[in-house]
C-alpha cells in the first residue's frame, strides 16, 4: 500500500472553515485588507509616544534581563528570572528580541503589539466566521476586536506584550484545535493540527497564565457540536486526546504560584468569602459595561479594602455580573449551543486571568481594561451574533458594521491620545478613578518637573481620598511618596509613607516608633542609604525579621 502524501500547505492553510470551495474567497480578502490598513491607521501615530514609566520602567528599560538574548540570556528568562509577579518567559524574550535588533526603542516594541493585535484582529474574523457561519457576522466581530477603544491600552503600552502575545497564540492553538476535533478521519492531517496546537497553546501558556481554559474550551465545541454516540464516552475519549494540554496548564501554574510566592508586588489580603464573590461577580459587569460604554477607560480601578467592599456601587455591579452568568446557564438549559458556548467560554477566559482568581489565593489586582483582551473576541462574538438575530443578515448587518467603525475609531483615537506620556496616563486617571496610588505617583510626577503648584493641588486632594488596595510597593516608591512629603513640607505625611516602607520590609514585634522614622527625615529628603541602613539596624537592636521580598 502507497503511503498517504499530504500537502502541508493545504493543512496549514485548511485550518480557515470555508463555506464554498475556495480556501479564501475574495470578500474575505478584500474586508480584511481593508479593516487592518484602518486599524493601522488609526495606531500609527501611538508608535511615536514615550514609554509609561508605571510599568513600562522597572519591565523593560531597567530590565537587565531583557538585554541579552544568548542561550544563558534565555535560559535565565525561563528558569532564573524572579523581577516578575508572574512566570511570563515568552514575553520577556519577545522584548528582548525587540531590544537586540532595536534598542530601547518604543516605536519597535509598540509596533510588535500592533503587529500581534492586528494578526489576532485576522484569527477572530476566521473564528467568528466557523462558530456564526455568516460572513457578516465576522466582519462586525472584527471590527469591533480591532477598534473598540477597550484595546487601545493593550497596543500602545509596550509591557503590555504579554496580552497581544497570549492572545494571538491562544486564538491560532484554538483554531487549531477544533480542526483537529472536525477531521477524525484524516489521521496524518488531524495529528499534524494536534501537533501544532500544542505548541501555541504552550506558546500562549508561556506568555500569560490567562490560555488555561483552552483544552477546557475544546471539550465543550466537541460536546455541543460534534455529538456523535455516547457523550461520555466521547468526552473520556476527547479529555484523553488532551491530557498533555492539562498538565501542562498544572505546571505553568505552579511556575506561576512559585514566582507570586517570592515577589514584592503580592499584596496578601483578608476578604471574606463574600467578598471574594461580590469582586468575582463585579468584574463581569465591569467589563461588560465598558464595552457598551467607553466613556471612561483607565488602566487602574482597584478594588476597595477589605471591609468596605459591601458599598450599594459593588452590590449592583456583583448582582449584574450575576446574572450575566445566569444568562449563559438559562441558555444551556435550553440547548442554544452557540450562546452557551460562547457565554461559558467568556466566563472561562475571564475567570482564568489573575484579576478574579480569588478563590483560590488571598491575593487581588486591580481590575482593568487590559485584562478583558483575551475574552473580548469571544463577548463580541456573543453581541455580534445577537445583532445578526435582532437585525437580520445583509444590508442591515452590513450598515451596522459600518457604524460600528467609524464610531470606534474617533473613540480610540482620543483614547490613544491619554497615552502619549506618564503624566497624561496619570492626569486622565485622576478624573476617572481617582485613587491614592495615582494621585501620589502624580504628585511625585509633577515635583519632578518642578511644577510644585500641580503637586500640591494633587498632594492634597490625594490625602482626602478613601483608602484603596496599593500594590505591595518596593521600599524605593514609598521613598519616593516620603520625599514628595518634605518637599510639600508635610512631615506627618512622610512618616506614613516610611512606615509602609519598613511594614512592607519587615516583621517586627513592636511598633516602630515616630523617634525612628524622624532619623531618615531631613530636608534634602531621606536617603536610600540611610533607610537600608535603619532597616539593618532594626534587625539587630530589636526584634525585627527582614521578609523575604525581591526588593
Avoid at 344 to 363: G, K, P, R
Avoid at 408 to 428: D, F, G, S, V
Avoid at 533 to 538: A, G
Amino acid at each position: 500500500m502507497a503511503p498517504l502524501k499530504i500537502n502541508y500547505w493545504h493543512v496549514i492553510l485548511n485550518i480557515i472553515p470555508q463555506r464554498d470551495s475556495r480556501l479564501f474567497a475574495k470578500k474575505d480578502i478584500i474586508f480584511l485588507c481593508i479593516i487592518t490598513s484602518i486599524s493601522a491607521w488609526v495606531y500609527y501615530p501611538s508608535l511615536y509616544y514615550d514609554f509609561i514609566l508605571l510599568d513600562d520602567d522597572w519591565l523593560i528599560i531597567d530590565n537587565p534581563s531583557i538585554r541579552n538574548l544568548s542561550v544563558e540570556g534565555i535560559k535565565h528568562l525561563f528558569f532564573h528570572d524572579k523581577l516578575d509577579a508572574f512566570y511570563y518567559p515568552l514575553t520577556y524574550v519577545s522584548l528582548a528580541i525587540d531590544y537586540h535588533f532595536f534598542g530601547l526603542d518604543p516605536f519597535w516594541m509598540k509596533l510588535h503589539n500592533l503587529l500581534l493585535h492586528l494578526g489576532s484582529g485576522v484569527l477572530v474574523y476566521f473564528l467568528a466566521k466557523n462558530f456564526s457561519g455568516h460572513q457578516w457576522v465576522a466582519w462586525l466581530v472584527t471590527g469591533l476586536f480591532l477598534l473598540h477603544p477597550i484595546q487601545a491600552e493593550n497596543v500602545t503600552w509596550a509591557c503590555l506584550r504579554r496580552q497581544v502575545l497570549v492572545q494571538f497564540n491562544f486564538l491560532l492553538s484554538l483554531l487549531l484545535m477544533l480542526k483537529f476535533v472536525d477531521l477524525p478521519g484524516e489521521k496524518k492531517a488531524r495529528w499534524l493540527y494536534y501537533l501544532f496546537g500544542f505548541i501555541t497553546f504552550s506558546a500562549a501558556m508561556l506568555s500569560k497564565f490567562v490560555a488555561a481554559p483552552l483544552p477546557l474550551l475544546v471539550l465543550l465545541y466537541a460536546w455541543l457540536w460534534k455529538k456523535n454516540g455516547n457523550s461520555k464516552t466521547m468526552l473520556l475519549k476527547n479529555g484523553a486526546l488532551l491530557l498533555p494540554f492539562f498538565l501542562f496548564a498544572g505546571l505553568i501554574y505552579f511556575m506561576n504560584h512559585q514566582a507570586r510566592a517570592q515577589n514584592f508586588l503580592i499584596h496578601e489580603l483578608n476578604y471574606s468569602w463574600a467578598e471574594h464573590a461580590l469582586i468575582f461577580f463585579n468584574s463581569f459587569s465591569f467589563y461588560a459595561g465598558k464595552v457598551f460604554y467607553p466613556g471612561c477607560l483607565h488602566l487602574f480601578c482597584p478594588a476597595p479594602v477589605p471591609g468596605k467592599v459591601m458599598t450599594l456601587f459593588f452590590m449592583a455591579g456583583g448582582i449584574a455580573g450575576a446574572l450575566l452568568i445566569v444568562a449563559g446557564f438559562v441558555h444551556l438549559l435550553f440547548n442554544q449551543r452557540t450562546f452557551a458556548f460562547l457565554i461559558f467560554s467568556y466566563i472561562l477566559l475571564i475567570a482564568s486571568s489573575a484579576n478574579t482568581m480569588l478563590f483560590v489565593s488571598d491575593t487581588v489586582s486591580t481590575v482593568a481594561d487590559r485584562y478583558f483582551y483575551i475574552a473580548s473576541s469571544v463577548f463580541f462574538l456573543y453581541i455580534s451574533m445577537i445583532a445578526e438575530r435582532l437585525v437580520g443578515r445583509g444590508n442591515i448587518l452590513l450598515l451596522l458594521t459600518a457604524l460600528v467603525i467609524l464610531l470606534c475609531i474617533p473613540l480610540t483615537k482620543n483614547q490613544l491620545a491619554h497615552w502619549k506620556n506618564t503624566n497624561t496616563i496619570m492626569e486622565r486617571g485622576m478624573r476617572c478613578q481617582p485613587t491614592k496610588e495615582f494621585g501620589y505617583r502624580l504628585a511625585v510626577d509633577h515635583i519632578k518637573s518642578e511644577r510644585l503648584d500641580d503637586a500640591k493641588r494633587v498632594f492634597e486632594k490625594t490625602k482626602k481620598l478613601p483608602d484603596d488596595i496599593y500594590f505591595n510597593n518596593p521600599f524605593f516608591i514609598w521613598i519616593e511618596f516620603a520625599n514628595m512629603s518634605i518637599r510639600l513640607e508635610d512631615t506627618v505625611e512622610a512618616r506614613k509613607f516610611l512606615l509602609a516602607a519598613l511594614q512592607r520590609d519587615m516583621n517586627c514585634a513592636e511598633p516602630i516608633g515616630t523617634e525612628v522614622l524622624d532619623t531618615l527625615i531631613k530636608p534634602e529628603g531621606v536617603d536610600y542609604k540611610d533607610y537600608i541602613n535603619l532597616r539593618t539596624r532594626l534587625t539587630q537592636e530589636k526584634n525585627c525579621s527582614l521578609k523575604p521580598h525581591r526588593f
